[in-house]
């Protein structure tokens, strides 16, 4: 099970590729309980096509890929939908 399976069970509803994206992008907007905001940089200086190739190829990766990444997030769960997003 990847992001998107995991994006998909917390999130009816919502593209995980949007998530991905708006994570990526505005970091702010989803903040995982227990962690302080403003730690993650915002990345505005992708073009769109390397933005979209770096979500793609977040898609593909799986649990547990490299250096125990999907590790913490499945451990620390993943952030709330924040009111208004995505509606």
Known sequence: QGIA???AEEFEGVDPAAYL???IVQPG???VEGFADGIM???TDLSESDLNDLVAYL???EKGCG???GRRMS???LPRRPAGWFT
Do not use: D, I, K, N
């Open 29 to 31: 907007a989803f903040v």
């Open 75 to 77: 451990a620390a769960g």
């Open 41 to 43: 940089p915002a990345y």
């Open 21 to 23: 994206h708006e994570s």
């Open 67 to 69: 250096r125990g990444a």
């Open 5 to 7: 399976e995991e994006v």
């Open 59 to 61: 898609l593909t990766l």
